[in-house]
């Protein structure tokens, strides 16, 4: 079984819709990252989280780690078809800033007009 | 400008033939690692290092290799022995050590064996 289970899998949703992204770690989470992925193409960072009850936000996507630091979510308000791509959630397997992370499978993100 | 680069950005090869996935990168990093992407299956790491002439072995090292010989090189090989080589390789690299930073990825190469 992944270390990383992400949900879901495949998304479609209408332009200006809100859409929520989970990401369910198996193991304690030193560190979680969230990065996005067009097809064929390397990751962009999008945003870290840390500490269990964190919040970060980046234009209209806000991510969340919560208290028991085992799943983070990724909220994107009002969508648009520029957030279409593949969302990847990223762990550190140890608290050691080393970026030698385990990935999860992915969210494939359709935005329709 | 800052970066890190791959390349090829496709390449093929036949089997058993050795090929080399070119990565460098101008960021001043001391990490750089390789990550392997199969549908389904998201990013799994083959090889990592964190200083010149030192690299670790990841997940799914077998059938390929690493060397490190400049901070700013970090070539892989992917060997005949690699029994299923087709896929999308992605290299990366940070600054090591440093808590809340980020890895940098390349563009990535698609190997096809044919």
């Known amino acids: 079984s992944q270390e990383l289970e992400q949900s879901p899998q495949s998304l479609i949703v209408q332009e200006g819709k809100n859409l929520t992204i989970n990401c369910t770690s198996s193991k304690t989470l030193y560190g979680l990252y969230w990065y996005k992925q067009k097809y064929g193409e390397g990751l962009i960072f999008l945003m870290m989280l840390q500490k269990g009850g964190e919040e970060k936000s980046h234009e209209k996507i806000t991510a969340k780690l919560d208290e028991k630091k085992q799943q983070s979510s990724l909220h994107i308000t009002a969508s648009q078809p520029s957030h279409a791509g593949i969302y990847l959630c990223?762990?550190?397997?140890?608290?050691?800033?080393?970026?030698?992370?385990?990935f999860g499978t992915g969210t494939r993100l359709l935005v329709s007009p | 400008d800052g970066g890190i680069t791959q390349s090829p950005k496709y390449l093929f090869r036949k089997e058993g033939q050795n090929v080399t996935l070119s990565c460098e990168q101008n960021l001043n990093h001391d990490a750089m690692y390789w990550y392997r992407q199969d549908p389904g299956q998201g990013l799994r790491l083959i090889y990592y290092s964190q200083i010149v002439n030192d690299f670790q072995k990841g997940d799914i090292a077998e059938g390929y290799s690493v060397s490190r010989e400049k901070k700013e090189s970090f070539p892989l090989t992917v060997t005949s022995a690699q029994k299923n080589p087709t896929a999308f390789y992605l290299c990366a690299s940070s600054r090591d050590r440093v808590m809340d930073t980020e890895a940098f990825f390349g563009q990535g190469t698609r190997l096809t064996v044919v």
């Open positions: 990223g762990a550190d397997r140890a608290n050691t800033g080393f970026q030698k992370l385990v």
